[in-house]
């Protein structure tokens, strides 16, 4: 189990570089390109881009990634910003936003980054996607503030128990040698985690979107699938964890979704 938790929290690290490579030589400029800016939340200095117009989708990226390399780059920003609003930030400890090293800036406070960013563009409700360590913020999202969200995409991702043996494991992985992303935010990963009892009260629609060959599958996907069979799981063909953000499908599959729910 540990070895798939080292698995899934260096892939998106992985994977950044060759999708930055691939979708900056191979993608067509946007006429509407993203435009970036920064915010205060509390103290630290959160990056993020907007693109488009409309009802509004935010985009929040897995562990050592960024709005750039996850949504930007694979053309998830571009394609959702023809009818919709899109905002993606970088996390704290990611991207261009500040990288502090007091744990009490990551865990549950990642999700009221989300909620504060919000609130700084004057958005009531919106759509939220989310990859890896960002599907745990949608979760953490649709059982903490499930009046702010109108929908939402768990890719990657799956039901973290709080308190259960994966939250756990997240605290005692070590710190990856020469990384970028501060210790304090692994270690305080499995503060995303929820409770079976709020799982059940999610009333907001969601959906999963996850590689037919993640491990992710077995680990948080089969459990969640044990409380919320009514959530509709979307198998990304031939994908893994660290590929599956550059598959064609994946993109289309979240703007197939945000789109049916209006």
């Given at each position: 189990m540990k070895w798939h938790i080292n698995l899934i929290s260096?892939?998106?690290?992985?994977?950044?570089?060759?999708?930055?490579?691939?979708?900056?030589?191979?993608?067509?400029?946007?006429?509407?390109?993203?435009?970036?800016?920064?915010?205060d939340a509390n103290g630290v200095k959160i990056r993020y881009f907007v693109q488009g117009k409309g009802e509004p989708v935010v985009l929040i990226h897995g562990l050592h990634g960024s709005a750039e390399s996850n949504w930007k780059m694979p053309g998830v920003m571009a394609a959702l910003a023809k009818d919709h609003q899109v905002i993606a930030l970088d996390l704290p400890g990611h991207g261009g936003s500040d990288k502090p090293e007091k744990e009490s800036a990551y865990g549950a406070q990642m999700a009221e980054d989300v909620i504060l960013l919000m609130d700084h563009l004057?958005?009531?409700?919106?759509?939220?996607?989310?990859?890896?360590?960002?599907?745990?913020?949608?979760?953490?999202?649709?059982?903490?503030?499930?009046?702010?969200?109108?929908?939402?995409?768990?890719?990657?991702?799956?039901?973290?128990?709080?308190?259960?043996?994966?939250?756990?494991?997240?605290e005692e992985l070590?710190?990856?040698?020469?990384?970028?992303?501060?210790?304090?935010?692994?270690?305080?990963?499995?503060?995303?985690g929820i409770t079976e009892e709020q799982l059940k009260a999610i009333k907001t629609p969601a959906?999963?979107?996850?590689?037919?060959?993640?491990?992710?599958?077995?680990?948080?996907?089969?459990?969640?699938?044990?409380?919320?069979?009514?959530?509709?799981?979307?198998?990304?063909?031939?994908?893994?964890?660290?590929?599956?953000?550059?598959?064609?499908?994946?993109?289309?599959?979240?703007?197939?979704?945000?789109?049916?729910?209006?």
């Amino acid at each position: 189990m540990k070895w798939h938790i080292n698995l899934i929290s260096c892939a998106i690290a992985a994977a950044a570089i060759p999708a930055t490579f691939i979708f900056a030589q191979s993608r067509p400029a946007d006429k509407d390109e993203p435009v970036a800016n920064t915010f205060d939340a509390n103290g630290v200095k959160i990056r993020y881009f907007v693109q488009g117009k409309g009802e509004p989708v935010v985009l929040i990226h897995g562990l050592h990634g960024s709005a750039e390399s996850n949504w930007k780059m694979p053309g998830v920003m571009a394609a959702l910003a023809k009818d919709h609003q899109v905002i993606a930030l970088d996390l704290p400890g990611h991207g261009g936003s500040d990288k502090p090293e007091k744990e009490s800036a990551y865990g549950a406070q990642m999700a009221e980054d989300v909620i504060l960013l919000m609130d700084h563009l004057k958005i009531t409700k919106a759509h939220v996607v989310g990859y890896s360590m960002g599907g745990m913020i949608v979760m953490k999202l649709l059982a903490t503030h499930p009046d702010r969200i109108t929908s939402a995409v768990v890719g990657g991702m799956g039901w973290m128990r709080e308190g259960g043996a994966l939250a756990k494991i997240w605290e005692e992985l070590p710190p990856r040698e020469g990384g970028r992303t501060p210790a304090a935010c692994i270690s305080q990963i499995g503060k995303l985690g929820i409770t079976e009892e709020q799982l059940k009260a999610i009333k907001t629609p969601a959906t999963v979107i996850v590689g037919s060959r993640d491990p992710v599958k077995k680990l948080y996907v089969d459990p969640m699938l044990t409380v919320r069979k009514d959530w509709p799981v979307v198998e990304i063909q031939d994908a893994g964890h660290l590929n599956c953000i550059m598959k064609k499908q994946f993109l289309e599959e979240i703007v197939s979704w945000v789109a049916r729910q209006r």
